[in-house]
């Protein structure tokens, strides 16, 4: 009996189709290190690594010609595998219509974008970002799809070392932030972020797969040796919380006494971080070396907010443009002048939704999360997936908060986010990682 159904196909042996009950290793041939390889250069792109050295470690404009071919390949990457595995990736689509439907809206507001050509491209861009997330789900479980993902930030990890021990010292910050690494990303917060979920991806790595075990632990400590030299406590904060949701996971699959244990103590460390956060604030924000204005973010938001609610609420300025205008009256620029300084984006990727596709938006962006949520944590119980969604879930969370990911085009975070929740949107506990 063979499997046809395009979900039966994506078991443990790694999305082909084979006999049923036959749970043999998937045989190495030149065809898998072919897709292995188109795939971890997909991650590899929207992780955006290869900018930094490209552009000098600085966003130059007469430069910017050059990111921008640079996501060809995978686009081009994105739809070979697509082609390669028609039903399962439209498939994966399916289990993720909340998030698709986001995409549909950002692709409609071209009607009311205040620049329609340039939201034209970017849902073009947004549209295979997303679509990356969906084909690598369709391709993969959650085993090798881990070890991917972990396997580039590991390159590229390496490639930081490399890039500030050695002359001229790149991949070093001398100027905004004088010591703090950067590695090959243009400013230690990116390297920071990228290394959080680094570090979590080698450690679910290492958990999943046990004949590597030693081998992504010591790339688990590249990482946050990386993050350390960054400097970026924010980036610390979230990967000490998403060690800790690793422990928990390993806990609560040790059986249903500990299960039980390992519940209430998460209960009772989530409801002490939140009476902290709306008690005593203050302390997080020392905890993390910032004020009460999160470096300035929280006077982005109040005039960035204020200009929303001005224009088109309901709507939003359309898809990806706002921050692109900044003639004299645009609310880009009245935006800067409120806030006393210029920002690239929201600094908030909620916020952000709310500004491109308003309301509407953020009211389908609130059930996709919640309805995420809702798995991530039903995971934890059902399915050894969880050690590696539910701590990315946790850290992506987290710099929704003070950074742009949400939708975010050309974002490695966002790809990630997609792949995780068609994976976890499965009715079929079959297609559990392979340990």
């Known amino acids: 009996m063979v499997a046809l159904d395009p979900r039966a196909s994506h078991g ?3 999305g082909y189709v084979q006999p049923a009950g036959q749970a043999g290793r998937q045989p190495v041939s030149l065809l898998l290190c072919f897709e292995y390889l188109i795939s971890a250069l997909i991650v590899a792109t929207y992780a955006q690594g290869w900018a930094g050295p490209l552009t000098g470690w600085a966003v130059d404009p007469t430069k910017l010609t050059l990111l921008k071919i640079g996501f060809l390949p995978a ?19 399916a289990r993720t219509p909340v998030i698709y439907g986001l995409v549909i809206l950002a692709a409609v507001s071209v009607l009311w974008s205040i620049d329609g050509a340039a939201t034209q491209r970017r849902v073009v861009a947004l549209l295979f970002t997303t679509l990356a997330g969906s084909v690598l789900a369709a391709r993969w479980n959650m085993r090798q799809l881990t070890e991917i993902i972990a396997a580039q930030f590991a390159v590229y990890m390496a490639l930081s070392f490399l890039f500030a021990v050695a002359p001229p010292h790149h991949g070093i910050m001398t100027e905004l932030f004088p010591g703090a690494w950067r590695g090959v990303w243009t400013e230690k917060n990116g390297l920071g972020a990228l290394m959080a979920m680094g570090a979590l991806s080698c450690l679910a790595a290492a958990i999943l797969a046990a004949p590597r075990r030693m081998f992504w632990l010591l790339m688990f400590a590249g990482c946050v040796a990386l993050l350390l030299l960054s400097r970026s406590k924010t980036s610390l904060a979230s990967l000490v919380l998403g060690v800790a949701v690793i422990a928990f996971v390993g806990l609560v699959r040790r059986g249903p006494v500990m299960a039980v244990v390992a519940t209430w103590l998460g209960v009772a460390g989530a409801l002490t971080l939140g009476g902290i956060l709306v008690l005593a604030p203050q302390l997080i924000f020392d905890l993390l070396g910032k004020d009460a204005t999160l470096t ?3 006077e982005i938001w109040t005039a960035a907010m204020r200009q929303g609610m001005l224009n088109n609420p309901n709507l939003g300025f359309g898809f990806g443009v706002l921050w692109d205008h900044r003639e004299a009256y645009d ?9 006393g300084f210029v920002a690239g984006h929201a600094h908030n990727g909620w916020l952000e939704v709310w500004l491109s596709l308003g309301f509407v938006g953020l009211g389908v962006w609130t059930l996709a999360y919640l309805g995420n949520l809702l798995r991530m944590v039903g995971s934890i119980y059902t399915t050894s997936m969880a050690y590696s969604a539910l701590p990315f879930f946790l850290v992506f969370s987290v710099f929704s908060i003070t ?6 085009y050309h974002d490695i975070s966002w790809t990630i986010y997609v792949a995780f929740a068609a ?3 499965s009715r079929h506990p079959a297609e559990e990682a392979a340990r």
């Open 12 to 14: 443990l042996a790694g």
């Open 75 to 93: 686009y081009g990457m994105t739809a070979l595998l697509f082609v390669m595995y028609p039903l399962r990736s439209l498939w994966a689509v």
């Open 296 to 298: 300035g973010r929280t």
């Open 331 to 339: 609310p880009a620029s009245w935006i800067a002048h409120d806030a």
């Open 403 to 408: 950074e742009v990911s949400v939708i975010d």
């Open 423 to 425: 994976m976890l949107s």
